[in-house]
Every structure is written in structure tokens, then in C-alpha cells.
């Protein structure tokens, strides 16, 4: 599914089919893609809080929305608690994750969106109707994706695709 041309960053994100259910990495698209690291072992990373609000206006509308990482630290299951995001991390493979929990909830993946990064998310991305890049990804998670985000990772990516869709279902339910 990967597109040779993908949306420029340019112009507003519009999705071309309707869009079922959000699927969104956590490092490189919730933060900047780095963490810190204290003198003790323990991590921590930035997250935009204006995509915590665009999240929560998503939610509203019912949307499923998931976050898939191979990242086993605790910060991203606590991030999505603050959230009320579902979670699935710490895991090898994301694709089978992926296509259970979209078989479980039986949405279409060509309806889903998946917001990645990095190589480790390329299954995912051409799983998905709907692959996204942030601004900075890495070249072949931008090649996979059919939408590069005008926004990077943790500087406003979530918010970017949140509003876009949130803005398509809602033309889609007249509003």
C-alpha cells in the first residue's frame, strides 16, 4: 500500500476513505523520538500536551483508538492511563497485535489510520488504508505512508491527525 506520492505536508490533512479506528505509535509520534535518562536508570520522555486535548476530543465521537509500541518501559502504559487510551506495548511484532485487535473489534484496515515512525512500524503501515508519517520519520516510514504530518513527532503529530479526522467525521455526520 505504500504510495510513491504521499499528501504533502503542506496542504490540511484530508483522508480519502472514511476513516474507523486510530492506531498510533508512542515513540517518535506521542515524543520526540529521545529520552532522558537519570543517573538512577530511569527514563523519561516529553509529551505535547495539546495532543492530549485533541485525543480527548476524538474520544467523544467513539472512535477506537490504540496505542501499539515495542517499547516495554512503564511510561508509555502510564501515558495512556492519563489519556484513557487503550494500550498494547512491550510487545516483539506489532502486526499480529494490529490485526487482532482490529479482527476483535472487526474494523476494517483499510478504514484504519496508523501513525508511525520508524522501520519497526512499516508492517503496520502497509496493513492500514490510512499510513501516516510524522514530518520527521524516518525515510522509510515516510515512504510507506500515503500522509506525511506537517507536524514531528511530539510537537504536535498526534493533534495534527486527531483534528483531521475529527474534522472528517464530523462533515461526515453533517456538523
Known amino acids: 500500500m505504500a504510495s510513491t506520492n504521499p499528501q504533502s505536508a503542506e496542504k490540511p490533512l484530508r483522508f480519502d476513505a472514511p476513516v474507523a479506528a486510530l492506531v498510533l505509535d508512542f515513540d517518535g509520534v506521542f515524543t520526540d523520538n529521545k529520552v532522558i535518562v537519570t543517573d538512577e536508570g530511569r527514563e523519561a520522555v516529553v509529551c505535547d500536551r495539546s495532543d492530549g486535548y485533541a485525543i480527548e476530543q476524538l474520544k467523544k465521537t467513539g472512535l477506537p483508538i490504540l496505542v501499539l509500541s515495542t517499547e516495554k518501559v512503564p511510561i508509555v502504559r502510564h501515558r495512556c492511563q492519563k489519556l484513557g487510551l487503550e494500550c498494547i506495548h512491550g ?6 497485535a494490529l490485526r487482532e485487535w482490529l479482527a476483535t473489534r472487526q474494523i476494517d484496515a483499510a ?3 496508523y501513525v508511525g515512525n520508524d522501520v519497526n512500524d512499516l508492517g503496520c503501515l502497509q496493513m492500514v488504508g490510512h499510513p501516516v508519517s510524522p514530518a520527521d520519520g524516518y525515510p522509510e516510514a515516510k515512504a510507506a505512508a500515503h ?3 506537517a507536524a514531528r513527532g511530539g510537537n504536535g503529530a498526534v493533534r495534527e491527525v486527531a483534528m483531521a479526522i475529527l474534522h472528517q467525521l464530523r462533515q461526515a455526520a453533517g456538523k
Open 91 to 96: 510487545i516483539p511484532d506489532k502486526v499480529p
Open 111 to 113: 478504514h484504519t489510520v
Open 147 to 149: 500522509y506525511v504530518l
